[in-house]
């Protein structure tokens, strides 16, 4: 064993781990964050997809060793209260069905949205062709990134001191 | 594991519970505080013995605190078929209370919530068999607490009614919550026969509503099986033999126990129906270091000779058996006789492969065996991704020989079940190895385990014969069936000479008005244990009698929609929903060279669907998919988006089946292990579907999440052949390389 330090979702983290441990593994069995899944170990099929330093990730395939001093970030850290455009576009199209997958789908559309804020349906394609969903949502995972997409595009955030108000 | 036991309020408030009518809706007298075995599905791992203050048991299904929080018991588990809104739904419609001010908690296969399969998903039976039911239970509460109210103001219960979660007097606007009620409701005596909604004054059934799992489901939050997580607990990984029904004849662990992280490595069983398989399970503190032991083990298996075991010769001995003549299944008319005096006969041969549910969460189950479980308050614990607490409850309590009663089920998300999760193998080999090490123990397989082990869906193959009249109608049709069977594999009495329903599942069910029909059936012995998934039978027998029906079409110059309408002379299910489907997909408009569209329907136990897909012919000499349009009946219909989803995943799903690998043996083993080789449709391949749902009201109510599966696979072969002139006859074909 070794102690390993990760940065997960701006908390920092000591871990007395095996430095060959799957990042997967850590994250969920040692630092206790189980929103990124299991699905395949062999980096087939998405579940466990995290950013490292903004780039998504098959966490199952990746060593502890490998990522310290790099930025993770889990479905956990991509919000505060589940609210980033890529999520509420997931609610609005009501994408889940077993959900086991999504964790991995929206970071993978979080990080599609970041490079290529609008995204065709070929780099809609490309990029999320590594996430397998076997309940087939996959035609609301097209549409949830579309309005994703416009709704990052379209409302630049107001100041908070400035809040609009709205009449009754 | 603070949860209180299960009989702490004496056996007689238990017995009393299990005498109760099967409607559920029974009530208890005072106010039982602690007894609840609800499974903590919000937050689990914070709040592994959540226990409600001051609640008030309506029914079993209904309890209310006096803070006015509503909890319901979802006794259907949610495998992403939407059973956590639309089931609740059912109950909240009729109680009058909104589904998000109501905390939803899944039931564990409690006596109270009626006998076996009352707490399980399959057959597409959640909201079938259970829409009255469940408006019956929430409609007698109502009563109760209109009652409640009715009594406290001292006026007639007609100047009542329920709104909102509260009671209101029409002629003074005064109003009582239900938190204020609860406590007097549930000793008021249960409704018999309550007075439902009129259907127009729904809020929610019939209207498509948010999942209040979706936002769980989002954000990380959502708790299945694999992310419960107890004190003191322990991980494991099994090495089993992929040579199913190999023997464990020894093994040598010390490398293994060299892992850090390992603490033990013990045998252990499997018992999949009447199979029963050994393997060796390493116990180690995280499940990296488990499944790095598992690596480090030296296992001899004795492999019984079913290491020569191989697709190809299997296959070849289907097709020797579609010889015999089997068992007759459904018969009307004389077929012999019609088939030999028409002059326009016909004869096709179609396979299909073995295929494995893959659901994206791989088997797995938490279990905390406590000694002594025959004491009171002693238990065995599971948490468990499972289509039935009834099932877990019962195959764990008979693997352990232990009273049901001990055993206590938490049903968490499934992230998958596809039929899967209604065999319980992973749960009771959990179980045991509890039993065996003395501690809490997470057993997590991993995906090759999950691929390689079944139980798989069944191959069918099937003989088809057809003949028409002189105006080219089908006089004759028989499809024989030549196929293993899952009732042979895993039930030890299995009888050859009776037709195999399940194995001719739909195949004498369809509607079409053919003078002489005949189903057989030819049972192949196999040892690879065999299981209901998605459709069950309808997923490849549909297959070969749709494509037929198509051939015959063919055969007789017609279009194959007016030939198929043609035989639906009277009015049926089957005839309203192909109308539509020719409305709505179009079928008379000509598409561009290089097209091509086909049609299949399909009824069966589970439901009736019929679909129309579109299909191009690609540069690689195969076909993309463009489009599928599919009507789907229902009768009456809760949640409309839940069912185009619905639709959505089975038709992904059976185009996986249809043109990805399947599952081939060789050398006594699964060839495909993983998602590499074992694959799945992705995103760039999903194509755009139509769903039109029929609701239309009527006496029966048919099922969601599996009619929407089998007529995909011959409306595609059908496009296929429309596109370019090719018959599909064997399944999985390669869409990209047409053979």
């Known amino acids: 064993m070794a102690s390993v330090k990760l940065t997960i979702n701006n908390q920092a983290h000591t871990l007395d781990v095996d430095p060959e441990m799957p990042l997967l593994w850590a994250i969920r069995d040692v630092v206790g964050l189980t929103g990124t899944k299991f699905g395949c170990g062999i980096a087939q099929c998405g579940a466990c997809t995290v950013h490292l330093d903004g780039n998504p990730t098959r966490s199952c395939s990746i060593p502890v060793s490998a990522v310290v001093g790099q930025k993770i970030t889990t479905i956990e850290g991509i919000s505060k209260n589940a609210d980033h455009p890529v999520q509420k576009a997931w609610v609005e199209h009501q994408v889940p069905q077993c959900g086991y997958c999504q964790s991995g789908q929206i970071m993978s559309a979080v990080a599609l949205l970041k490079q290529t804020p609008k995204p065709t349906d070929a780099d809609i394609d490309t990029a999320m062709q590594g996430n397998i969903c076997r309940c087939g949502t996959y035609n609301r995972i097209r549409q949830a990134i579309h309005t994703a997409s416009a709704e990052m595009g379209s409302s630049p955030k107001m100041p908070k001191s400035n809040p609009k108000i709205g009449k009754r | 594991m603070s949860q209180k036991p299960q009989n702490q309020t004496g056996t007689s408030r238990r017995d009393f519970l299990k005498a109760a009518s099967l409607t559920g809706a029974v009530f208890a007298l005072g106010l039982p505080k602690s007894e609840i075995l609800a499974s903590p599905i919000l937050n689990l791992s914070s709040q592994p013995g959540l226990v409600l203050p001051e609640t008030a048991e309506l029914t079993p299904y209904i309890l209310i605190e006096k803070s006015g929080r509503i909890t319901i018991m979802n006794p259907r588990p949610e495998i992403g078929q939407g059973t956590y809104q639309s089931v609740p739904a059912l109950i909240a419609e009729e109680l009058e209370v909104s589904l998000d001010k109501v905390v939803i908690r899944q039931t564990g296969g409690e006596t109270k919530f009626g006998g076996m399969w009352s707490q399980a998903v399959g057959g597409s039976g959640s909201i079938r068999g259970g829409y009255t039911q469940m408006r019956k239970v929430g409609a007698s509460a109502r009563e109760m607490l209109i009652k409640a109210a009715s009594d406290q103001w001292n006026v007639p219960v007609e100047e009542c009614y329920a709104e909102n979660a509260t009671v209101v007097h029409k002629p003074t606007g005064k109003k009582l919550t239900y938190g204020q009620l609860a406590e007097p409701a549930a000793k008021l005596p249960v409704p018999k026969e309550p007075k439902l909604k009129d259907p127009k004054q729904f809020t929610m059934l019939g209207k498509s509503m948010p999942r209040p799992d979706v936002p769980l489901k989002v954000s990380g939050q959502a708790t299945f099986g694999i992310d419960a997580k107890v004190p003191g607990m322990v991980y494991a990984s099994i090495e089993r033999c992929p040579v199913l029904g190999s023997k464990l004849v020894s093994f040598d662990a010390s490398q293994a126990l060299k892992v850090k992280g390992v603490q033990k490595a013990v045998k252990i069983e499997r018992v999949v129906g009447k199979n029963h398989y050994e393997g060796v399970a390493v116990i180690a503190s995280n499940y990296w270091a488990a499944l790095q032991g598992r690596k480090a083990l030296k296992v001899k298996w004795d492999h019984q000779g079913h290491d020569t075991f191989n697709s190809a010769d299997f296959e070849k001995s289907l097709r020797d058996l579609a010889k015999s003549d089997g068992v007759v299944g459904h018969n009307a008319g004389d077929f012999d006789k019609a088939f030999a005096d028409s002059p326009n006969q016909l004869e096709a041969f179609y396979e299909t492969p073995i295929v494995t549910h893959s659901t994206m969460e791989p088997m797995n189950a938490l279990a905390h065996y406590q000694p002594g479980v025959d004491s009171p308050g002693n238990k065995v614990e599971l948490w468990v991704s499972s289509q039935g607490g009834d099932l877990v409850k019962d195959e764990v309590a008979k693997a352990l020989k232990v009273p049901a009663d001990n055993v206590a089920v938490h049903i968490l998300f499934n992230g998958g079940g596809f039929g899967r999760r209604l065999t319980q193998d992973f749960a009771t080999e959990a179980a045991?190895?509890?039993?065996?090490?003395?501690?809490?123990?997470?057993?997590?397989?991993?995906?090759?385990?999950?691929?390689?082990?079944?139980?798989?869906?069944?191959?069918?193959?099937?003989?088809?014969?057809?003949?028409?009249?002189?105006?080219?109608?089908?006089?004759?049709?028989?499809?024989?069936?030549?196929?293993?069977?899952?009732?042979?594999?895993?039930?030890?009495?299995?009888?050859?000479?009776?037709?195999?329903?399940?194995?001719?599942?739909?195949?004498?069910?369809?509607?079409?008005?053919?003078?002489?029909?005949?189903?057989?059936?030819?049972?192949?012995?196999?040892?690879?244990?065999?299981?209901?998934?998605?459709?069950?039978?309808?997923?490849?027998?549909?297959?070969?009698?749709?494509?037929?029906?198509?051939?015959?079409?063919?055969?007789?110059?017609?279009?194959?929609?007016?030939?198929?309408?043609?035989?639906?002379?009277?009015?049926?299910?089957?005839?309203?929903?192909?109308?539509?489907?020719?409305?709505?997909?179009?079928?008379?408009?000509?598409?561009?060279?290089?097209?091509?569209?086909?049609?299949?329907?399909?009824?069966?136990?589970?439901?009736?669907?019929?679909?129309?897909?579109?299909?191009?012919?690609?540069?690689?000499?195969?076909?993309?998919?463009?489009?599928?349009?599919?009507?789907?009946?229902?009768?009456?219909?809760?949640?409309?988006?839940?069912?185009?989803?619905?639709?959505?995943?089975?038709?992904?799903?059976?185009?996986?089946?249809?043109?990805?690998?399947?599952?081939?043996?060789?050398?006594?083993?699964?060839?495909?292990?993983?998602?590499?080789?074992?694959?799945?449709?992705?995103?760039?391949?999903?194509?755009?579907?139509?769903?039109?749902?029929?609701?239309?009201?009527?006496?029966?109510?048919?099922?969601?999440?599996?009619?929407?599966?089998?007529?995909?696979?011959?409306?595609?072969?059908?496009?296929?052949?429309?596109?370019?002139?090719?018959?599909?006859?064997?399944?999985?074909?390669?869409?990209?390389?047409?053979?």
């Open chain 2, 432 to 739: 045991m190895l509890s039993k065996t090490i003395g501690k809490p123990v997470k057993v997590i397989w991993t995906r090759e385990d999950d691929t390689l082990l079944g139980p798989f869906r069944p191959m069918t193959f099937s003989a088809m014969r057809g003949a028409l009249s002189a105006d080219g109608k089908a006089v004759a049709f028989q499809h024989k069936v030549i196929s293993p069977s899952i009732d042979a594999t895993m039930n030890e009495k299995y009888d050859k000479t009776k037709p195999d329903g399940t194995m001719l599942e739909g195949t004498g069910e369809q509607k079409y008005e053919i003078p002489n029909l005949n189903t057989r059936y030819v049972n192949a012995d196999i040892h690879i244990p065999l299981t209901y998934w998605r459709s069950v039978t309808s997923s490849t027998v549909a297959f070969a009698h749709e494509c037929f029906i198509d051939e015959l079409a063919h055969k007789a110059g017609k279009d194959p929609l007016a030939f198929r309408l043609a035989m639906l002379a009277k009015d049926t299910d089957a005839k309203r929903v192909l109308t539509k489907l020719k409305e709505v997909s179009g079928w008379n408009k000509s598409l561009p060279a290089g097209k091509g569209r086909g049609i299949a329907q399909w009824e069966f136990f589970a439901g009736l669907a019929a679909q129309v897909v579109e299909v191009s012919k690609n540069t690689t000499g195969g076909v993309t998919i463009d489009k599928v349009y599919c009507v789907i009946d229902l009768g009456t219909v809760v949640n409309p988006d839940t069912v185009k989803a619905q639709v959505e995943g089975a038709i992904a799903m059976a185009i996986t089946a249809a043109t990805k690998d399947g599952i081939t043996f060789e050398n006594g083993q699964a060839k495909q292990a993983n998602f590499d080789a074992n694959r799945m449709l992705r995103i760039n391949e999903m194509p755009q579907v139509e769903v039109h749902i029929l609701a239309e009201g009527g006496p029966t109510i048919k099922g969601v999440g599996e009619p929407g599966l089998p007529p995909l696979a011959p409306a595609l072969a059908n496009a296929v052949f429309a596109a370019t002139g090719k018959r599909i006859r064997r399944l999985p074909f390669d869409l990209e390389k047409l053979a």
